[in-house]
C-alpha cells in the first residue's frame, strides 16, 4: 500500500487552463533553440564526459553508489569548482552534520568556499523555501532517502515520500533553471532501493562504484537524455579527495606480464572512447561432484555459453574443472565484445599456452561457434596500436573492412573459435 496525497482541483487550476485559454498551438522542431551551449563545466573533465559535455540546467541527475564509496566527494569537489566560476551552490545534507562536511571540503576543496552554502535539513517545504530565495546555481540533495513532506504521514525513505520529493525538486529545477543532484544509497545487492521509482523522472542516472580496496572509481551512466548512455569516467581516490585518470587503459594493463598462462588483453568500446583492458582466467580440477564457476566482470550466464561453445565446437572439456574468470580492475564491461577474449584466457589457462602482452583479442562468440564482428572494431584498433599492441584478433568480417593499418600492426581475421585457438598457439 502507498500513501498518496488527494488535493482538489480549484476550478482556475492550470489542468483546466483548456476552457481558459483554448487549445494550445504546437511548435515546428525548427523553431527551437537548443540550449546545448548553455551546459555548467563542472570543471571535471572525467565528469564533463560522463555527463554528455556539462550540466544541463534545470536537469535533474541521480547518482548512486554504496555508502564510502566516494558519491559525496565528487559532488564536493564538483559543487566547489561551479561555485568559484558561476554562482552560489546549495548543498543540503539530511544525514551528515555541516561540521563533517566541513571537513570533508577542508581535505578536497581549494576553491569556492566562500560560495557554497551548507544546509541541514530534511524537510521538503523547508528545502524549496530556501532554494526560492537564494536562487543557487546548483542544488544537491544529499540523500533523497532522507528526505521528507509534511504533507505526508509515511516515514522518510519510503515510496510515497520519495516520489513526492523527487516530484518538488523537478518542479524546483524545471521552473528555476537549476541543476539538481539527488544522491541515493543502494541495496546489498547494488540496485537502487527506494529512489529506483524516480528514474523515469530524472533526466541523468549515474553509478559509482569500485572496490573499497583499490583507489580505482568508475563513474557509469545508465541514463541520459542530453548524451550518451554507457559513457564512463575514471577516477582514483587519494587522502585529497578524486583524482582524475586520464589514461584509463594503461591503468588496465600495467600488470600484464609476458609469458604468464591464462590471461589475455581485450577491448570495449564505452560510450565515446575504445577501452582496453585484461582478462584473466584460472581453471584447477574440481574437488567436488559439481564445478565451480566464478565470473568477476563477466556474466555467469556469459561464461557457461562460453565454455558450452568450447567443448562442443572446439573440443575442450571443463566438466571436471573450476574456472574463474577476471576482468582486471573491477571493472564490469557491457557488450560481448570480450567473448573472445575470455574463451581464449580459458584455454590458455586450461592447455598450459603461454600468453602474449603484444597481442589483443576481440569478438563476439555466436553458439555455432563462429566471431560475429563487433561495432567501433577501427577506434579500437587505432588504440591499440597506440598501446604498443603489434597484432589484433578480431572477426574476419571486421578485418576485410579495416583497409589503412597503422605502421608495425597486424590484423588476424578469424571466422571460427577453432581457428582463434589454433592462431593462439602459433603466436
Not at 548543498?91 to 552534520?97: A, F, L, P, Q, R
Request: proline share 4%; glycine share 10%.
Amino acid at each position: 500500500m502507498v500513501e498518496e496525497k488527494l488535493n482538489d482541483v480549484a476550478s482556475d487550476d492550470k489542468r483546466r487552463r483548456t476552457e481558459r485559454i483554448g487549445v494550445p498551438s504546437p511548435t515546428p522542431l525548427s523553431g527551437l533553440i537548443s540550449n546545448e551551449k548553455s551546459r555548467i563545466d563542472t570543471g571535471i573533465s572525467e565528469f564533463n564526459r560522463v555527463l554528455g559535455g556539462g550540466l544541463v540546467r534545470g536537469s535533474l541527475t541521480l547518482i548512486s553508489g554504496e555508502p564510502g564509496i566516494g558519491k559525496s566527494t565528487l559532488i564536493v569537489q564538483a559543487a566547489a569548482e561551479i561555485a568559484s566560476r558561476i554562482g552560489p551552490v546549495l548543498y543540503v545534507t539530511g544525514e551528515e552534520s555541516e561540521e563533517q562536511i566541513k571537513l570533508r571540503t577542508d581535505r578536497v576543496c581549494q576553491v569556492g568556499l566562500d560560495r557554497l552554502f551548507l544546509l541541514a535539513e530534511t524537510n521538503i517545504e523547508t528545502i524549496t523555501a530556501v532554494t526560492e530565495a537564494m536562487n543557487p546555481s546548483l542544488l544537491i540533495i544529499d540523500s533523497i532517502q532522507t528526505m521528507y513532506s509534511e504533507e505526508l504521514e509515511s516515514a522518510p525513505g519510503s515510496v510515497s515520500q520519495v516520489r513526492a520529493c523527487a516530484n518538488e525538486l523537478m518542479r524546483i529545477g524545471k521552473g528555476k533553471d537549476i541543476p539538481v543532484f539527488i544522491v541515493a544509497h543502494v541495496t546489498k545487492s547494488g540496485d537502487l532501493a527506494g529512489p529506483k521509482i524516480i528514474e523515469h523522472l530524472v533526466d541523468c542516472v549515474l553509478n559509482f562504484y569500485g572496490e573499497r580496496n583499490q583507489d580505482l572509481r568508475i563513474l557509469r551512466a545508465y541514463k541520459n537524455r542530453f548524451g550518451t548512455t554507457s559513457e564512463i569516467g575514471a577516477f582514483s581516490m587519494g587522502e585529497s579527495g578524486l583524482s582524475q585518470i586520464e589514461n584509463l587503459s594503461e591503468s588496465f594493463l600495467e600488470g600484464m606480464e609476458d609469458g604468464a598462462e591464462g590471461y589475455v588483453a581485450s577491448a570495449i568500446y564505452e560510450g565515446t572512447r575504445p577501452l582496453l583492458l585484461e582478462v584473466q582466467s584460472l581453471t584447477s580440477p574440481t574437488g567436488m561432484g559439481f564445478p565451480r564457476r566464478t565470473a568477476l566482470g563477466v556474466e555467469l550466464s556469459r561464461l557457461n555459453m562460453i565454455l558450452a561453445v568450447l567443448d562442443r565446437k572446439a573440443g575442450i572439456s571443463l566438466t571436471d574443472q573450476d574456472v574463474y574468470v577476471n576482468v582486471v580492475g573491477g571493472l564490469k564491461p557491457e557488450g560481448t565484445s570480450t567473448d573472445l577474449a575470455v574463451a581464449l584466457a580459458i584455454t590458455s589457462s586450461f592447455r598450459r599456452i603461454p600468453g602474449d602482452r603484444h597481442t589483443l583479442a576481440i569478438g563476439e562468440i555466436g553458439l555455432t561457434g563462429h566471431l560475429r564482428p563487433v561495432q567501433n572494431a577501427e577506434k579500437i584498433v587505432r588504440e591499440a596500436a597506440r598501446m604498443g599492441f603489434s597484432r589484433i584478433l578480431l572477426p574476419k568480417k571486421n578485418a576485410d573492412r579495416l583497409n589503412e593499418l597503422p605502421a608495425g600492426l597486424r590484423l588476424i581475421g578469424v571466422q571460427s573459435l577453432r581457428e582463434a585457438i589454433d592462431e593462439m598457439k602459433q603466436i
